[in-house]
T-cell receptor
Framework: AQTVTQSQPEMSVQEAETVTLSCTYDTSESDYYLFWYKQPPSRQMILVIR??????QNATENRFSVNFQKAAKSFSLKISDSQLGDAAMYFC?????????????FGSGTQLTVLP | DGGITQSPKYLFRKEGQNVTLSCEQNLNHDAMYWYRQDPGQGLRLIYYSQIVNDFQKGDIAEGYSVSREKKESFPLTVTSAQKNPTAFYLC???????????????FGPGTRLTVL
């Protein structure tokens, strides 16, 4: 079974600065998907960014980018030019390609505070 | 607008009572999922369904039951056998084709269940 670990329960960043959230995972599979989800105070889960494991190029979405290190099984999220609206709980998630199900395995989350 | 609706937003239950949480989607997705979220933990999969009239247990199915009689609906029943049902429950749906973008899970706004 796969596991996802987020070792930073809480992080804070000054507005307009850059912050990196860490995520490591454990798997014996060679191909899979990785995701970062954001959960603001409304508790609505929002997909931030996704990465296919077979792609070496790191995914980017505007101010959000990842550092995907497949050999190290690391998938960190970098938020540039942080905004007050980025304050939320961030979850890293893993999705296997084997089997027919498409369920996600989530980490325990990192609560990000953005300081004005 | 397409999306996922969950009702009610808040639900209170007395010990020993069964309660059903509603989840409806109009995204024409084949797959639907139920997750449970506890403080300090990530989302954990309860049940999932990839097609009408078929569903599978997730990691924490004990004390829960589901049905999938219609493509659009995937209700979750929390039974009296669930020892600690107070939690936040999230429903999600996704397509079942192979491309990464079709693997995105869309989440509903959630239901907060409190056992009195």
């Amino acid at each position: 079974a796969q596991t996802v670990t987020q070792s930073q329960p809480e992080m804070s960043v000054q507005e307009a600065e850059t912050v990196t959230l860490s995520c490591t995972y454990d798997t014996s599979e060679s191909d899979y998907y990785l995701f970062w989800y954001k959960q603001p105070p409304s508790r609505q889960m929002i997909l931030v960014i996704r990465q296919e494991a077979y792609k070496q190029q790191n995914a980017t979405e505007n101010r959000f980018s990842v550092n995907f290190q497949k050999a190290a099984k690391s998938f960190s999220l970098k938020i540039s030019d942080s905004q007050l609206g980025d304050a939320a709980m961030y979850f890293c998630a893993y999705r296997s390609l084997t089997g027919s199900a498409r369920q996600l395995t989530f980490g325990s989350g990192t609560q990000l505070t953005v300081l004005p | 607008d397409g999306g996922i609706t969950q009702s009610p937003k808040y639900l209170f239950r007395k010990e020993g009572q069964n309660v059903t949480l509603s989840c409806e989607q109009n995204l024409n997705h084949d797959a639907m999922y139920w997750y449970r979220q506890d403080p300090g933990q990530g989302l954990r999969l309860i049940y999932y369904s990839q097609i009408v009239n078929d569903f599978q247990k997730g990691d924490i199915a004990e004390g829960y039951s589901v049905s999938r009689e219609k493509k659009e609906s995937f209700p979750l029943t929390v039974t009296s056998a669930q020892k600690n049902p107070t939690a936040f429950y999230l429903c999600a749906s996704s397509r079942t084709s192979g491309h990464l973008r079709d693997n995105e899970q869309f989440f509903g706004p959630g239901t907060r269940l409190t056992v009195l």
